[in-house]
C-alpha cells in the first residue's frame, strides 16, 4: 500500500463504495417487487435512531433532497410501513414513525440475507468483521459530525 495518505484514504473510500454497491445488490435482490434499498435505508435507519423524526432530519441525515426524501416516505406510508403525523410542537412539520409492519418488514428483509450472509461468513471469520465494526463505527461519527459540523 502507497505511504501516501490520500491515495490511501481513497483506496479505503473506493473498497467502502464498492461494498455498499456489492451490499446494495444483495439487499434489493431480496425486496419485494417495488420496494428499494431507500425504503429499506429509512427504516432501518428509525430503528437504530428512533422514530419520530421530521422529514426535513431525514432528508438531512440521508443527504438527499427533501422532495426525494418526501418520495420515499410516500411510498412507505403507502405501503403502511410508516405513519406521518403532526408535529405535536411544530404544526407546519410532521413527524415518521414506524408501523408495526414497517419494522416487521424491516426484519424480514435482514432475514432474507440470511443464506448471503451465511456464504460471506464461510470466506470471512465473523471475528475479523466485527474487529472492523470499531474502526468503521468511529470513522462514521467523525464524518457525521463534520457533515453537522
Known amino acids: ?5 490520500i491515495a490511501t484514504w481513497f ?11 456489492l451490499s446494495s445488490a444483495l439487499l434489493e435482490a431480496q ?3 417495488g420496494m428499494l434499498r431507500s425504503h429499506f ?13 421530521t422529514p426535513l432530519e431525514l432528508s ?9 426524501m418526501t418520495h420515499t416516505l410516500a411510498g412507505l406510508e ?3 410501513f410508516v405513519a406521518l403525523r403532526p408535529h405535536p410542537k411544530d404544526g407546519r412539520s410532521k413527524q415518521v414513525w414506524l408501523t408495526e ?3 416487521a418488514f424491516r426484519d424480514d428483509a435482514v432475514a ?9 461468513a464461510a470466506e470471512i471469520p465473523t471475528d475479523e468483521v466485527a474487529a472492523a465494526l470499531p474502526f468503521l463505527t468511529r470513522l462514521r461519527k467523525v464524518m457525521d459530525s463534520a457533515r453537522d459540523g
Request: neutral net charge; hydrophobic residues 40%; aromatic residues 4%.
Open 1 to 5: 500500500m502507497s505511504e501516501d495518505p
Open 31 to 33: 425486496l419485494p417487487k
Open 60 to 68: 438531512r441525515a440521508f443527504q438527499v433532497p427533501k422532495a426525494s
Open 101 to 103: 409492519a414497517g419494522r
Open 78 to 80: 403507502k405501503a403502511g
Open 112 to 120: 432474507a440475507l440470511e443464506a448471503d450472509i451465511e456464504g460471506l
Open 11 to 21: 483506496t479505503l473510500f473506493n473498497e467502502i463504495g464498492i461494498v455498499n454497491q
Open 41 to 53: 435505508s429509512v427504516l432501518n435507519h428509525l430503528i437504530r435512531v428512533s422514530d419520530g423524526r
